[in-house]
């Protein structure tokens, strides 16, 4: 992350309206995202030169980059965190997704099945927290469909966090509450090559922990409110 996105510059309103078109662009395609592609697709009334000098001004202050082999630029770490935490201030205004399932009578059971949808609606592995020292999971195979892991030293490096994936629940376990939080890169329990969005749910001797493991380019919004939506479902288990 680049020293002045440690100091939380301001953005202008473009530049921070450019820095979420070319987030939302990433996040859909995987691919770097070049000038041209932002004013055809998101409607900025400028010209690609405009947009080119409010680019090289958002990587100046270390919100995006560009791969050496490439036009197109990635959003780095401080860009994926500047676009969560407005998110989240943005909370309850995110409009709200529904999850259709049935859910089996046994508790354990219904947190299972609801897991498996969350993982298809998200791409993302999904683990549970029954209690500490219980955990589930289900969908690393969509997860490493993700072509994040199309490279072998990558999938080596995020197999070694799904290996400690117990030890790290059990850990993370007294600290979640029941806010949906998203931690990311170097602040992730999990590993810095990866996003969690987690939240607890239920309560008493049904109370959980469940999240959502993805690459760093995950969909925030949408998986954000998937989680909401399970949270809320698996309050009548």
Known sequence: MGESANQHTML?????????????????????????????????????????????????????????????????????????????????????????????????????VVAKQLAEGTGTAVFVGFRPRHVYYTGLSLLFSQPEFQELGRIASFSAVIDKLDEVVERVFPKVDSKVTVWLGRENPFGGLCATVVTRYGSGQHAGVIGLLGPLRMDYERNWQLLSAAQHLLERV
């Open 12 to 112: 202008t309103e473009r530049q921070e309206n450019l820095l979420f078109a070319l987030i939302r662009e990433h996040i859909r395609s995987a691919e770097p995202v070049g000038s041209s592609t932002i004013v055809e697709k998101h409607g900025f009334d400028v010209s690609p030169a405009t947009i080119r000098i409010e680019l090289g001004a958002l990587e100046d202050q270390g919100y995006i980059t560009q791969p050496h082999t490439s036009a197109g630029r990635i959003p780095t770490e401080a860009g994926y965190r500047h676009f969560v935490e407005r998110m989240l201030a943005k909370g309850e205004t995110l409009p709200a997704a529904k999850m259709k399932v049935t859910l089996p009578k046994d508790a354990e059971q219904a947190v299972k």
